[in-house]
C-alpha cells in the first residue's frame, strides 16, 4: 500500500512563502506523475502542479510565476515551493502521485493559510 506523507503547510502573511514536501512510500510499481492539488472551502479540488517522471511540468494558470514543482526522483518525493503567497492561495493542499499502471494516490492533505 503507498503511503504519502505531507508537510510544510502553515500560516503564512500575504507575500510570503511556503515549501511543501510530500514522500511515497510502499510503491510497488515506478512512480509517475506527482503533482498537487488544493481544495478552498466551498470550492472543487483544483490542480495546481505537476511533474512527470521525465520532469515536465504543468501549472494552473493562478500560480504560474509564483509556484515551482519539483521531484527528487531517489527519495520519490515532491516539493512545491511557493512564493508571493495570496489570501486566495488559502487551502488544504493536498500530494497526489500516479504509478506507472495509472493508479492515483493521494495523500491526507496539509492546510495553507494565507493571511492578508
Known amino acids: 500500500q503507498v503511503q504519502l506523507v505531507e508537510s510544510g503547510g502553515g500560516l503564512v502573511q500575504a507575500g510570503g512563502s511556503l515549501r511543501l514536501s510530500c514522500a511515497a512510500s510502499g510503491s510497488r510499481f515506478r512512480i509517475n506523475s506527482m503533482g498537487w492539488y488544493r481544495q478552498a472551502p466551498g470550492k472543487q479540488r483544483e490542480l495546481v502542479a505537476i511533474i512527470t517522471s521525465s520532469a515536465s511540468t504543468n501549472y494552473a494558470d493562478s500560480v504560474k510565476g509564483r509556484f515551482t514543482i519539483s521531484r527528487d526522483n531517489a527519495k520519490n518525493t515532491v516539493y512545491l515551493q511557493m512564493t508571493s503567497l495570496k489570501p486566495e492561495d488559502t487551502a488544504v493542499y493536498y500530494c497526489?502521485?500516479?504509478?506507472?499502471?495509472?493508479?492515483?494516490?493521494w495523500g491526507q492533505g496539509t492546510q495553507v493559510t494565507v493571511s492578508s
Open positions: 497526489m502521485v500516479q504509478n506507472v499502471i495509472a493508479r492515483d494516490y
